[in-house]
């Protein structure tokens, strides 16, 4: 497939795989969000659509922080590009260490995002909550309050980076 999905493509795809009407609506609202982001920044748009919809597609087959693997491995099998592919990869946890996921239990690598649009995805994603955008401010106070300190630093990072490159503090947005 190597060329980017369209946006009806990425939703029939989901379908597809299986993924329930719920993460459905949870991608459709990272998209949302990510796509606002990206308008700010000189950031690939359609990349960043297509990845905002497609990046929990392996929630098809599980929920937990493997869907990032299984997610990997169905965007492998569907040909999609190596930009997309990391998308998919990196969105977890607003980017993972090696130690990390070896910690957790997923195979040994970085699951930092480091392009733009890897970037715009993640923080988009860490701030939609049951569909809804939430402010930084209270997904760090929920990240602190269960004890994921690396987490709430990284999105925190994260969040002040996009911020500086947006011109504009991204809770406004």
């Known amino acids: ?5 369209s946006p009806d493509e990425c939703i029939e795809i989901l379908k597809q795989v299986g993924c329930s ?14 796509v606002k982001i990206a308008k700010k920044t000189n950031a690939d748009i359609k990349l960043v659509k297509a990845g905002a919809l497609l990046h929990d597609i392996g929630r098809s087959k599980t929920h937990g922080i493997h869907h990032a693997v ?23 946890g607003a980017g993972i260490t ?9 195979p040994e690598r970085n699951y930092i995002p480091t ?21 930084v401010e209270s997904e760090v106070e929920k990240a602190l309050s269960k004890g994921l300190k690396e987490y709430a630093i990284r999105l925190v990072n994260l969040y002040e980076e996009l911020s500086r490159l947006c ?4 809770n406004q947005l």
């Open 98 to 106: 090696a130690e990390e996921a070896k910690k957790l239990g997923i």
């Open 1 to 5: 497939m190597n060329d980017l999905p």
């Open 21 to 34: 009407d719920q993460v459905i609506n949870h991608c459709k609202a990272v998209r949302d969000i990510a």
């Open 115 to 135: 392009s733009l649009e890897e970037k715009i995805v993640c923080l988009a994603d860490s701030l939609t909550d049951d569909g809804c955008k939430q402010t």
């Open 167 to 170: 011109g504009i503090d991204i």
């Open 70 to 92: 299984e997610g990997v491995k169905i965007a492998k099998k569907l040909d999609f590009s190596e930009e997309l592919i990391r998308i998919i990869e990196t969105h977890i």
